[in-house]
């Protein structure tokens, strides 16, 4: 009975990482609040902030998109990143 107590919850441990890495979803949308402090010289605001950092594992995604790149790509977006305390990413 342990072994299989141990299976199950393994398997629940399992499918609850795979739930939360499914619910990363790569959304620009999502940063839409950073939009006026890339855009002008206003401070990035707090919400800006949390949602850059949940949305970086998709930032070389949005990078490599010509239509952001502008945006993200810019020295403005670069200090909302340092601002936010997000390493700009590196991608190749």
Same mark, same amino acid.
């Given at each position: 009975? !342990? *072994?299989?107590?141990?299976?199950?919850?393994?398997?629940?441990?399992?499918?609850?990482?795979?739930?939360?890495?499914? !619910?990363?979803?790569? #959304?620009?949308?999502? %940063? +839409? +609040?950073?939009?006026?402090?890339?855009?002008?010289? $206003?401070?990035?605001?707090?919400?800006?902030?949390?949602?850059? *950092?949940?949305? $970086?594992?998709?930032?070389? $995604?949005?990078?490599? #998109? &010509? %239509?952001? *790149?502008?945006?993200?790509?810019?020295?403005? !977006?670069?200090?909302?990143?340092?601002?936010?305390?997000? &390493?700009?990413? #590196?991608? #190749?």
């Amino acid at each position: 009975m !342990a *072994k299989g107590s141990s299976f199950v919850a393994i398997y629940l441990v399992l499918f609850g990482a795979l739930m939360v890495t499914e !619910a990363q979803t790569c #959304n620009i949308f999502e %940063l +839409s +609040s950073c939009y006026s402090a890339i855009t002008s010289s $206003q401070p990035p605001s707090s919400t800006c902030c949390t949602e850059l *950092k949940e949305q $970086q594992p998709c930032l070389c $995604q949005y990078l490599n #998109n &010509p %239509l952001v *790149k502008p945006y993200l790509g810019s020295p403005r !977006a670069q200090g909302v990143f340092q601002t936010c305390g997000v &390493p700009f990413p #590196n991608c #190749n």
